[in-house]
């Protein structure tokens, strides 16, 4: 496990406080979370490079700079409950749950939700819940979110995530087709309702697929 460790501290250092994050709550939360749990068996060693890499379902664990990109411009506290959609193999909602009190984390695909939700288990990541469904409908029981993310681009943002979205909630996601560059997009709500769009830059996620955002297939 110490090969391990320090290859995780490596890359919190040349990808992600080397290209200016260094908030560091984001940055102890990746230092807590072993990213070898959360990859596919067989890609253990590759589970710290500067890339997304393949799991279950056809889906992707997000790259770690772009899981922490997200988490920073979502701005995530100590004292929130936040919802992320696209659950996958729950790294993120892993790191999150590191930094905030509670985690909803939604995934499409059932196998993904019953593997990202055993790792929970066995981590002992109580305070993280994986739910089955489509998260481009939020989720009401819980609601509000102090900050909502998405690891999977949508057609647009939809309005029922706003709604979700508690006053002075910021919400962070990828908008662009399926294949093409996309933008990542952060909305804050202040705490008059009004609502900030901001650009954050050119990613790629996999396509978001719900009654929200694109059709399946
Ligand atoms: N955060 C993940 C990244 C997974 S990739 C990680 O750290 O591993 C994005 C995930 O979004 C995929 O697993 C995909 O199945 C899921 N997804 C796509 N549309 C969705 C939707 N409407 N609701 C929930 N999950 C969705």
Redesign the pocket.
């Given at each position: 496990m110490a090969g391990f460790a320090s290859l995780r501290e490596r890359m919190i250092e040349r990808q992600v406080v080397a290209r200016g994050i260094d908030n560091p709550a984001l940055v102890s939360a990746l230092r807590a979370v072993p990213r070898e749990l959360?990859v596919s068996k067989g890609f253990e060693s590759a589970a710290y490079a500067d890339a997304p890499l393949p799991?279950e379902?056809g889906?992707?664990?997000?790259q770690p700079y772009i899981?922490a990109l997200t988490i920073d411009a979502a701005q995530v506290g100590s004292n929130d409950k936040v919802l992320?959609?696209?659950?996958?193999?729950?790294?993120?909602?892993a790191v999150i749950g590191q930094i905030a009190d509670q985690v909803i984390a939604?995934?499409?695909?059932r196998e993904?939700a019953q593997l990202a939700g055993d790792r929970m288990k066995r981590l002992g990541y109580s305070n993280v819940r994986i739910i089955e469904?489509?998260?481009?409908r939020g989720y009401p029981d819980e609601a509000p979110f102090d900050a909502i993310v998405a690891?999977?681009s949508g057609s647009h943002v939809p309005q029922v995530l706003l709604d979700q979205l508690r006053p002075g909630g910021r919400l962070v996601m990828p908008i662009g087709e399926p294949g093409a560059i996309q933008e990542l997009v952060k909305v804050t709500k202040h705490p008059n309702g009004s609502l900030k769009r901001e650009e954050l830059g050119a990613v790629r996620?996999?396509?978001?697929?719900?009654a929200h955002?694109f059709p399946e297939n």
């Open positions: 959360f799991i379902s889906q992707t664990i997000s899981v992320e959609i696209g659950a996958g193999s729950g790294y993120a909602a939604i995934e499409r695909h993904l469904g489509d998260g481009t690891a999977a996620f996999v396509p978001l697929v719900g955002a």
